[in-house]
């Protein structure tokens, strides 16, 4: 049965929101945990419906939209919390739905020592936007690749892997294998391979943007002191993380990252498994991506802070784990700068190889 509002709407102290593409549904309690609402609205309605409501904690999960209300609530004089999902799920009760969704968001809102995930402002929103166009565009080129290929395998003819390798024999395969190849699917390669240039314009073309942002933003040029990061690097951290004021300390974010290993502890004993991969997946690839850049130079090493460090940890370690062990270590560096304006210690004309 659905619980009944037993107080009044001027104790309203928490609302929680669950967030749906054309309307919200919201549920509220007083400063006693009594229900005193709940209700469906449009999302069009939402500034009408939150002006005759007594300011107080709005809670919502992270999710799509989830940084454009926050701002509009806290433009209006509320306190919006944006919750990560994993910790809204041990509060809810009964089977799922919308207004059970909003009621444990409005639960979990309350608890003092919750995390919260961090207001974007638009500028963050796009250059996350910029990110997310050229993922999905590497994402198809790299598909588009792979039918070429296997279209070129039903063929009989196969090529050396790499990208470079098959679009520089492209061409010459279609003119030495005519014979073999029928026209209809000479046709369908052609399509594919201008697909193909098509996808690599608009990749440089979107990477030449986030590169033009990395040298105008302070932040961006700070972390990009640090060796084998780069524009990605830079400006995907700024457009995830903002400042970092998040985190209390680097490890916090290389936590939240997902570049330290999971913990399973009981009775006294600590049993540390693999990386837990939470947090930005993103992210925590690019970090991996740029410390096996910078192991892939070892006569570099020296010329860095951390390179006796990183000898000592290859040496020790299978050389995957010490690349993670070392993506931990710049999330933390970056995270550092980030939050306190600084640049790296190691020169300029030192800098490798960069994400």
């Excluded at 939050?339 to 190889?353: I, L, W």
Aim: proline share 4%; with cysteine.
């Amino acid at each position: 049965m659905c619980a009944k509002k037993t107080g009044s709407i001027e104790d309203l102290a928490v609302i929680g929101i669950d967030i749906g593409k054309d309307t919200f549904h919201l549920v509220g309690f007083d400063r006693s945990g009594q229900l005193v609402m709940r209700k469906q609205i449009k999302r069009l309605a939402l500034n009408a419906t939150f002006e005759q409501l007594p300011r107080c904690i709005v809670g919502m999960e992270a999710c799509l939209s989830a940084h454009f209300v926050s701002r509009t609530l806290r433009g209006m004089g509320f306190e919006p919390r944006i919750i990560p999902a994993i910790y809204v799920k041990p509060f809810n009760k009964g089977q799922k739905n919308d207004y059970n969704d909003a009621e444990a968001i409005a639960e979990a809102a309350l608890r003092p020592n919750l995390r919260t995930v961090s207001e974007k402002d638009q500028d963050q929103l796009d250059l996350q936007a910029l990110h997310r166009v050229r993922a999905r565009l590497v994402s198809r080129r790299t598909a588009t690749i792979n039918q070429i290929r296997a279209f070129l395998i039903e063929q009989g003819i196969t090529v050396r892997s790499g990208l470079r390798a098959l679009k520089n024999s492209f061409e010459t395969i279609l003119e030495q294998r005519r014979d073999e190849i029928s026209p209809w699917m000479s046709g369908i390669l052609i399509g594919f391979y201008g697909d193909w240039l098509w996808l690599d314009k608009r990749i440089a073309d979107v990477s030449g943007e986030i590169e033009e942002i990395s040298r105008t933003e302070e932040n961006c040029a700070n972390i990009m002191t640090i060796p084998g990061i780069g524009p990605m690097i830079s400006t995907a951290m700024v457009a995830a993380v903002g400042k970092g004021e998040a985190f209390d300390r680097g490890r916090d974010f290389a936590a939240w990252v997902g570049l330290v290993p999971r913990q399973f502890s009981t009775g006294g004993r600590t049993i540390l498994g693999r990386i837990t991969k939470r947090g930005s997946r993103y992210l925590r690839m690019l970090f991996v991506q740029a410390a096996k850049v910078i192991m892939m130079r070892p006569h570099r090493w020296s010329d860095f802070s951390f390179g006796p460090w990183l000898t000592a940890a290859v040496a020790r370690m299978p050389r995957n784990k010490a690349a993670v062990a070392l993506a931990n270590k710049l999330a933390r560096t970056a995270w550092s700068l980030l939050r306190h304006g600084t640049r790296f210690d190691a020169p300029k004309d030192a800098a490798m190889e960069a994400i």
